[in-house]
């Protein structure tokens, strides 16, 4: 009978659901169908419908975050410190490298795809064509040609298919040197992911940028790490293929274990795309359509795994030189994590003691305000002692991340700020400049007075005092997403993202921000970018 209930009243919250996004957006049973056959739970349509017609709230910035203020800067003797706190702790922690490697690397070329588009080979030089187009990228790549890693074989390539080739015009030489490297069938670096492309020259060999995480791995680690590789299914072969050849060698010189483990960006996180007028957007077929949901969506994965630290950073951020140098700042960046991680399970342990006292409830909340930047809200000391107690556990009993933060040299991307939210609190964020309200001058200046930015650097304590799992989940806002403006088949759509990986889904975890140096940023957007002096070999190589 009980059982029968239950089951009556989840049909009727599902006929519900279904009743609701037919009124809401002319939805048919059909369609209904379709998001079922993807998996994607009905209250996520209904949620990302009524967040297209309500529109997404700009971020409140209540100021920068500034060193001092909400950015902490370790000395050397602070430095040295905190990295030979995790080389001593380390071997007490199940530690995983996360790496979203599922891009494209179709953007790292896209100057070059243009010229192979627009460039008149019988009826112009290449001079030509850059003066027309002020291209002053294919320029660079130009010059540095002999620089990149993959030179050799590609130009290897053209002479045997080409053997004429060397007594081209310049111009007809460089075009089908281009053409081999993005489209051929031995190359096609423009439809492959980054991380499997070379981007370093070595002496020996050339490596791609998952084979420098793999090198990179070995600096956090006494005996074995893991490393996690989000990839698009049909691109996973690839990865595996190098980290087959590359793992034994590494392993084997520096005797440690390097588990490697992959994931992809679940479907059902995939969200539905809508016309400008917010009516959902089909296509030929009168079939809907659905877009990922950005990189937001790895907080799922993510979720999934089974660690005690969790090191976050971009498939194309690596170095060729001085790895041990920069390595030290992220050891340094978990040494700082455990440490403080340290302290807010002792925190916990006595909150929870039933003969804890005022004078230590009184300890707890200004540990929260100096140590977290938490301050405690106006009606704190009007609140009984049970509940004191109960708002503490709540603040203190949540992840953890520390996010590395990078002096602004200009580079695109979010920032670390102070917001306010709804409810008027001020907490630590990563921002995006597409979250602020521009409009706004107060806004703006504050955007502008930033001087730092996200590196995408980041050290996660994912389990809570007891050892168990946080639901990471339950730690989002889901107020932080995107509207983007895209097209599809020449219309016009709009699609939403779910908040991002390191902003809106890690918005209610405890953040602490420290300054690295710029020598830990070396992403490689471009392929010009290989050309930088940390991507470029050795003085022997």
């Not at 905190?82 to 530690?95: L, M, N, T, W």
């Not at 603040?395 to 709804?422: A, H, Q, S, Y």
């Not at 699609?495 to 710029?518: C, D, H, Q, R, S």
Request: proline letters at 4%; a negative charge; one cysteine or more.
């Amino acid at each position: 009978m009980e059982e029968n209930l239950k089951q009556s009243g989840t049909s009727d919250i599902i006929h519900k659901l279904e009743d609701n996004l037919i009124k809401l957006g002319g939805l048919s049973s059909k369609d209904i169908s379709q998001i079922r056959d993807r998996n994607i739970p009905l209250e996520n349509i209904e949620n990302q419908l009524n967040i297209f017609k309500k529109g997404i709230a700009k971020v409140q910035l209540d100021r920068a975050a500034k060193v001092g203020d909400g950015i902490n800067k370790l000395d050397n003797s602070e430095l040295e410190y905190y990295s030979a706190y995790f080389d001593k702790e380390k071997s007490h922690q199940r530690i995983i490298r996360f790496i979203p490697a599922s891009g494209a690397a179709s953007r790292m070329f896209k100057f070059l795809s243009e010229f192979l588009n627009d460039f008149d080979l019988g009826n112009e030089s290449i001079n030509a064509y850059i003066n027309r187009t002020n291209c002053k990228d294919l320029r660079t790549f130009l010059a540095g040609i002999e620089k990149f890693p993959f030179y050799k074989p590609v130009i290897k390539l053209l002479y045997q298919m080409h053997p004429e080739a060397e007594s081209w015009e310049t111009s007809q030489r460089y075009y089908h040197f281009i053409k081999l490297l993005l489209q051929s069938d031995e190359f096609g670096y423009a439809n492959k992911p980054k991380g499997v492309l070379p981007f370093h020259k070595y002496k020996s060999h050339t490596a791609t940028a998952v084979e420098e995480h793999l090198a990179e791995s070995v600096f956090y680690t006494n005996d074995s790490v893991g490393l996690h590789l989000t990839v698009s299914e049909n691109h996973r072969y690839m990865f595996e293929d190098i980290i087959q050849h590359a793992k034994k060698k590494i392993e084997k010189e520096n005797n440690i274990k390097i588990f490697t483990t992959f994931s992809y960006q679940d479907k059902s996180t995939d969200t539905i795309a809508v016309n400008p007028d917010n009516s959902p957007f089909r296509d030929d077929d009168e079939q809907l359509v659905f877009r990922p949901g950005g990189h937001g969506a790895l907080i799922q994965n993510m979720d999934n795994l089974d660690a005690d630290i969790i090191f976050i950073q971009n498939i194309d951020n690596v170095i060729q030189k001085n790895v041990e140098d920069v390595s030290i700042y992220k050891k340094a960046l978990c040494g700082v994590m455990l440490e403080l991680q340290q302290k807010i399970f002792k925190t916990l342990i006595e909150l929870k003691k039933k003969d804890i006292t005022d004078q230590q409830i009184e300890e707890v909340a200004n540990f929260i305000a100096d140590e977290l930047g938490i301050t405690r809200s106006d009606d704190f000391e009007m609140y009984t002692r049970e509940n004191k107690i109960d708002k503490l556990l709540k603040i203190l009993d949540r992840p953890i991340r520390v996010c590395g933060m990078v002096k602004n040299e200009g580079e695109p991307g979010g920032g670390p700020f102070w917001t306010i939210d709804k409810r008027g609190n001020i907490t630590l964020q990563i921002v995006e400049s597409s979250q602020v309200d521009i409009e706004n001058e107060q806004q703006k200046e504050i955007l502008k007075s930033a001087t730092h930015f996200n590196p995408v650097d980041l050290v996660c304590g994912t389990k809570n005092y007891k050892g168990e799992k946080f639901s990471l989940a339950k730690y989002i806002d889901p107020e932080r997403g995107f509207i983007v403006d895209k097209s599809k088949n020449g219309k016009r759509l709009k699609g939403y993202e779910l908040p991002g990986l390191w902003n809106g889904a890690m918005a209610k975890w405890i953040t602490v921000f420290v300054e690295v140096p710029l020598i830990t940023f070396n992403p490689v957007k471009t392929v010009n970018d290989l050309l930088k002096p940390t991507h470029q070999p050795q003085s022997g190589y």
